[in-house]
């Protein structure tokens, strides 16, 4: 029975952890650029389980294997689902969309991060900035300058009112990228991406389902009361057995 209890809790402990991943799925389902997570599980004290079959040969009883026994899961780690979030047009000269592959570089706080939100803004210094301050860097590394009829091309070249070219926007892919807060991310080996279009004009919002991620709300919820119910009903068979035994005295 405490074996129940023990299995019972653990499963409460997963439910808990989805929810929390759920709820900041759902905070950020209006932010541009964030990619939702799924959690990994793995199974905790697994052990295997024999059953006893007579050897009439060696007159004795041998194991037999029947298969693994699990006796619980627990979280093993996050991971971040980076497929394309829907694209939305907002027709402003500034917000820029990456339909394909890759990031943006971006400086912040002394430091380059990446990302897929594209919801730039321009500062009083007239540079194309995050809504949190990260500027926009170009594929030399230098901060991208918003100045009049700005435009920027399918490959990431930004023109002048002329068509002359000024610089171009550098989109990189990562290996093993991490996210860092809601829409940053870190990564290793930063290396140019090819397979990927610029649509100036265009946001890439979250790729959050709302309705699955509220279904999977219900689900994980109602797993975690049957789960606490559970731990009762084990509690108090543990009580009546403990009783029981004291009334033998």
Do not use: C, W
Not at 52 to 57: F, G, H, I, L, R
Not at 91 to 119: C, K, M, Q, S
Not at 127 to 140: K, R
Not at 201 to 225: C, F, P, Q, T, W
Request: hydrophobic share 35%.
């Amino acid at each position: 029975m405490t074996r129940g209890i023990y299995n019972a809790a653990m499963g409460m402990l997963v439910d808990m952890a989805k929810l929390d991943r759920i709820a900041n799925d759902l905070a950020n389902v209006d932010t541009a650029g964030y990619k939702q997570d799924r959690e990994a599980f793995r199974a905790y004290l697994r052990r295997e389980v024999f059953r006893q079959e007579p050897d009439p040969v060696e007159s004795r009883t041998k194991k037999v294997p029947i298969g693994p026994l699990e006796y619980a899961t627990v979280l093993d780690e996050v991971r971040t689902d980076l497929s394309q979030g829907p694209v939305e047009k907002t027709d402003v000269p500034y917000h820029l969309a990456i339909n394909g592959e890759g990031f943006f570089r971006i400086e912040f706080n002394g430091g380059e991060y990446y990302t897929r939100n594209g919801e730039f803004t321009v500062n009083s210094e007239g540079y194309i900035v995050t809504n949190y301050g990260g500027y926009l860097l170009d594929e030399n590394g230098e901060r991208v300058r918003f100045f009049d009829d700005f435009t920027v091309d399918e490959e990431g070249y930004v023109r002048d009112a002329y068509g002359n070219i000024v610089t171009r926007i550098g989109v990189y892919n990562l290996e093993n990228p991490e996210k860092f807060g809601n829409t940053l991310f870190t990564g290793e080996n930063p290396s140019p991406s090819e397979n990927f279009r610029i649509m100036q004009g265009y946001v890439e919002k979250s790729n959050v389902d709302a309705l699955k991620a509220m279904v999977d709300m219900i689900s994980a919820m109602r797993h975690y009361e049957l789960s606490q119910r559970a731990v009762t009903v084990n509690d108090e068979l543990n009580g009546k057995l403990i009783n029981s035994l004291a009334s033998l005295k």
